[in-house]
């Protein structure tokens, strides 16, 4: 995977200091380079050699990786690396060198430095009027560098108006959402005045949304932060050299560790999008994501101005059970035991994350600034411990329609986000906790399965195996060929399903590997319908890790080495044909914005190629195919008179215009007016949504859905827990600070209460019941089809 990611420091002494052994022992990491690339030559599905060709692909991802915009560097920069060094970093690289990487991003924080001083003098200097007839383009990954200083500067001065007029424009829709926040409050208000109740005030302070950032025990979040008062009120120009400052402290941040890790994954790249090295702090993040469980003191942090704040505590994990560490808490320094305080503040996330971390039944002592008291300071100290993150867990729901929908249904639904495994003590399976829910919805007589595998990225391809074999018989699931063109295939190994009812699996473009092959096998075993995106993210390929220090010398310092995450073959459906690019198409497809995106693996660099093998025979779950035309008849008709899907359609054509001309003006009354308009378009849709929620709830009264939810800490409960008492806790097993936004559900807005693709899925289900004459179900052995079709793309 190719990492955006700023500069690291790096000067010529700390070049030779990666090639010279010092007296301290530390990790080569010019061996470490040597090794993965010759792990590289020897293991990858290709058999390629590193050798010239590989070289040049290696260089072309290092510099767009470092500058993935082509704003920084110039064709004299790339002429001039391309001179020295197209055609040997193989030879480097072998040779334990890896001096070019310095080299080459020593440039790049010159040139970024140079760029920065030339903003601050432009927006001293220079006069932006936002009323010419310029544009700029959207994406330049594929633009050429400017071809000299002069060509840089003029392009610059169009980047600085563009960030002043999107700051500006960013002010207009603060104080608009401002003004509507406001006015929402105030009609509150007054009801809740008219009804003699006190109302709860919410903030009118718009609220940035910051970036995805790890938490201290190695957790995503997507943090709505509050604009602090000061940063809030500063001028566009203030805020735009504010954004490029923190972009040269993040490149102070970066050490020769992170120059290996993004030199090292230019070259694993070179071999297809999916072979990657991982630095040990990303491995181990790749293991925690898999387990979903880790040592730390269970908090979520998010980058708060000059440290760490608490943004989430693990309910029943060691900082809740030590019980001194609030919400809003923020770290400002870490010490291992009874060690000296280290300085956090300033440091990257990922830093502060390293230093949280640690063995089991270890001490970890944090100074902390408390919400409650910003002027104090206050030490905890915390026992590590084992720390599960649950939210991503598998988890389902029991849905009972309306009878405004006509008869009755009860629809089971599980929600999968990825393919987790304990690949070491095996504590922590997909399939053992999907068979949970499964069993208990089938408990209260579902109607029909919908398995939900949208965004699902992917994961151990054993659990997609075993999850396969919980809706059929024992039988092959996917066949794969090595780099010999040797073919072998994996079966599931239960003599009957747990479940042969009516299924549907729904998928989207983000729904990769794992999800494939399991939406793959049902699809071409005639037991599951796919619904969703036109295809699924196209991923056909199976990687494993190699850890990099089994092919270190035996008394090197290996604890720095990482792993190589590589890519040892593809895999294939049953019927023959494979996922690669391609994808798994939908039977029934659903209008998506997904469709248009620049997403998927046709629009990766070097990805391997579609191809067929023979297919496999297997038993068809049931002789006669789906009604897929009658079912699409029914579904094109509720789309045309669909209002949801309708925008979903027309605002994809938009956004494809957008995409194909991939330019924006620099024209404030330009970008105003596109502005307005799409504010106008939006405000419409949601008063007509508003006023179609409203009549349905008229219509039905008390007597809408009644939605259950089960995790798998409820499952075995004999109460199912309804909606209105299931709470973001109870799904998360983690206590976060309220925010705005938490009122209520996503879908709340939406008539029924149910988000457009999920009520048309169900109405599917429906039309499948409907449809589909003789049951869904498991036939006897003597009346299985065996099937051997040609290869297909499907």
């Known amino acids: 995977m190719t990492r955006y990611l700023p500069t690291p420091v790096a000067t010529a002494a700390a070049a030779l200091a990666l090639l010279i052994p010092s007296a301290k022992a530390e990790t080569n990491f010019g061996q470490v380079a040597m090794h993965v690339a010759y792990m590289l030559q020897n293991h990858h599905y290709s058999k390629q050699d590193f050798d010239d060709k590989v070289s040049g692909e290696m260089l072309h991802n290092y510099l767009n990786m470092l500058d993935f915009k082509h704003i920084f560097f110039t064709e004299q920069d790339v002429a001039g690396f391309k001179d020295k060094y197209q055609t040997t970093l193989d030879d480097h690289v072998l040779m334990r060198n890896i001096s070019p990487a310095i080299e ?42 400017p071809k000299d200083k002069a060509e840089q500067d003029k392009l610059w001065l169009d980047i600085i108006e ?59 979040i997507a943090a709505k932060t509050e604009i ?27 050490d020769s560790k992170d120059v290996v890790n993004f030199f090292l994954s230019s070259l694993a790249t070179a071999y297809d999008p999916h072979t990657e090295y991982m630095s040990t702090d990303e491995s181990d993040n790749f293991k925690i994501h898999m387990q979903h469980k880790l040592v730390g003191i269970g908090a979520l942090l998010g980058q708060k101005d000059d440290g760490a704040e ?60 408390p919400a409650d008291d910003p002027s104090g300071n206050k030490i905890i100290a915390i026992v590590r411990d084992e720390v599960p993150l649950k939210e991503k867990l598998a988890n389902a729901e029991l849905l ?40 208990r919805l089938m408990k209260e007589k579902i109607d029909g399965l919908v ?22 018989p024992a039988g092959p699931v996917v066949q794969a060929k090595d780099w010999r063109g040797s073919i072998s295939w994996r079966d599931c190994e239960n003599e009957k399903p747990v479940y042969d009812g009516p299924m549907i699996v729904l998928t989207n473009k983000a729904s990769a590997s794992a999800s494939e092959i399991l939406a793959a096998a049902l699809q071409d075993y005639r037991r599951a319908l796919i619904v969703g995106d036109k295809s699924s993210f196209g ?67 070097n990805p391997l190629p579609y191809d067929t093998i023979p297919p496999r025979k297997y038993p068809l779950f049931r002789k006669d195919p789906f009604p897929i035309d009658e079912i699409n008849a029914r579904v094109k008709s509720r789309i045309a008179a669909n209002p949801e899907f309708q925008y979903i359609v027309d605002e994809s054509k938009r956004l494809k215009e957008k995409i194909d001309r991939n330019t924006v003006t620099l024209n404030l009354q330009e970008r105003e007016k596109e502005r307005l308009d799409t504010e106008a378009r939006r405000d419409k849709q949601n008063e007509e949504r508003e006023k179609r929620t409203k009549a349905v709830a ?78 869904t179900t498991a036939a006897k052995s003597e009346d299985k089809t065996q099937v051997g079709a040609k290869p297909q793309a499907q």
């Open 104 to 145: 080459i991003y020593d440039i790049y924080k010159e040139r970024v430095k140079e760029r920065v001083d030339f903003l601050k003098k432009a927006l001293e200097n220079n006069k932006f009027t936002f009323d010419s007839n310029r544009t700029i383009q959207i994406k330049r990954d594929k633009a050429p560098w």
């Open 162 to 220: 563009d960030n002043l007029l999107a700051e500006r424009l960013a002010d207009e829709v603060r104080e608009r959402d401002e003004k509507k926040k406001a006015e929402k409050a105030a009609a509150k208000k007054s009801d809740s005045a008219d009804a003699k109740t006190e109302p709860k005030e919410k903030s009118a302070v718009a609220g940035k949304v910051v970036p995805e950032a790890p938490s201290a025990d190695g957790q995503k």
């Open 228 to 254: 602090k008062k000061d940063e809030k009120d500063l001028t566009p120009k203030e805020r735009v050299l504010k954004d490029y400052e923190r972009l040269l402290e993040s490149i102070d941040e970066n």
């Open 310 to 369: 608490i943004q989430g505590i693990v309910v029943g994990g060691p900082a809740d059970k030590q019980g001194e560490l609030k919400l809003n808490d923020r770290i400002i320094a870490v010490a291992q035991g009874d060690e000296e305080f280290v300085d956090v503040k300033y440091l990257k996330l990922q830093k502060i994350v390293d230093m949280i971390r640690g063995e089991k039944d270890t001490t970890v002592r944090i100074k902390i600034v």
């Open 400 to 439: 009972v329609t309306p009878p405004d929908l006509g008869k009755t249904l009860k629809v089971g639904w599980i929600n999968l986000s990825n393919f987790y495994a304990d690949m070491e003590n095996g504590t922590v399976s997909t399939s053992v906790d999907v068979e949970r829910l499964l069993r």
């Open 451 to 472: 398995l939900d595998l949208r965004d699902n990225g992917g994961g151990s391809l054993d659990e997609a195996i075993k999850l396969t074999g919980l809706f059929v």
């Open 539 to 605: 991923k056909g390929t199976v990687q494993t890790i190699l850890p990099v220090e089994r092919y270190m010398p035996f008394f090197s310092d290996k604890k720095g080495a990482g792993d190589l995450k590589v890519t040892i073959q593809k895999f294939y459906r049953i019927a023959g044909g494979s996922t690669q690019l391609k994808g798994v198409e939908a039977d029934i497809p659903l209008p998506s914005i997904r469709d248009v995106l620049d997403i998927g693996e046709s629009s990766a660099e």
């Open 698 to 775: 008229e219509r039905i009264k008390d007597d809408g859905f009644k939605t259950y939810h089960l995790t798998l800490d409820n499952v075995d409960k004999p109460e199912l827990v309804p909606e209105s008492s299931f709470t973001k806790e109870m799904n998360s097993g983690m206590r976060t600070a309220s925010k705005d936004d938490d009122s209520g559900n996503d879908e709340s807005k939406f008539p029924y209460g149910v988000e457009p693709v999920k009520l048309e899925t169900i109405h599917i289900l429906r039309d499948l019941l409907e449809l589909d004459h003789k049951p």
